[in-house]
């Protein structure tokens, strides 16, 4: 897979971005209301990746600026026929690497009780759940992870 830098408003991105909202009104009936701007997933205070199979847009996520040193993971998709390819881990380390990168020295997202999947992979990837935060951090399916960035 390449994985490009793009801007939040992209076309690719903001094509998966649709897609992944839909994904969250199927799963959960409705759409992430949590509010984003474009400029937060801009350097230096983030970062946004689009993944491409064949020149195709399949993955996507970003992170921007969390408070303590952290950044927050937001927009984690893949297209459902690219699944179980190993693409949302590629997509997770690359988050990862360019966040510390760029200073980053924790990352941590909130996702959901309906999303096991997301659930998996995080938890595999070393992510362990922290307390809650965020628009849905009150709610009964909201699940909140971090992860601390190896220093060299």
Same mark, same amino acid.
């Given at each position: 897979?390449?994985?490009?830098?793009?801007?939040?408003?992209?076309?690719?991105?903001?094509?998966?971005?649709?897609?992944?909202?839909?994904?969250?009104?199927?799963?959960?009936?409705?759409?992430?209301?949590?509010?984003?701007?474009?400029?937060?997933?801009?350097?230096?205070?983030?970062?946004?990746?689009?993944?491409?199979?064949?020149?195709?847009?399949?993955?996507?996520?970003?992170?921007?600026? $969390? #408070?303590?040193? *952290?950044?927050? =993971?937001?927009?984690?998709? %893949?297209?459902?026929?690219?699944? @179980?390819?190993?693409? &949302? /881990?590629?997509?997770?380390?690359?988050?990862?690497?360019?966040?510390?990168?760029?200073?980053?020295?924790?990352?941590?997202?909130?996702?959901?009780?309906?999303?096991?999947?997301?659930?998996?992979?995080?938890?595999?990837?070393?992510? $362990? #759940?922290?307390? *809650?935060?965020? =628009?849905?951090?009150?709610? %009964?399916?909201?699940?909140?992870? @971090?992860?601390?960035? &190896? /220093?060299?």
């Amino acid at each position: 897979m390449e994985i490009r830098i793009v801007a939040f408003d992209h076309p690719d991105a903001a094509k998966l971005t649709a897609e992944v909202q839909q994904e969250y009104v199927r799963r959960y009936g409705n759409e992430d209301e949590t509010p984003v701007a474009v400029a937060e997933f801009a350097p230096p205070q983030g970062l946004f990746l689009v993944g491409y199979l064949d020149g195709v847009p399949v993955a996507s996520g970003g992170w921007r600026t $969390h #408070e303590g040193g *952290a950044v927050e =993971l937001k927009r984690m998709y %893949v297209v459902k026929s690219a699944r @179980g390819r190993g693409v &949302a /881990r590629a997509m997770l380390a690359e988050l990862e690497r360019t966040a510390q990168a760029a200073g980053a020295v924790r990352v941590v997202l909130e996702t959901g009780t309906k999303q096991p999947e997301a659930i998996a992979l995080y938890l595999s990837s070393d992510y $362990h #759940e922290i307390p *809650a935060f965020g =628009l849905y951090g009150d709610l %009964v399916e909201s699940r909140c992870y @971090g992860k601390n960035l &190896a /220093r060299d």
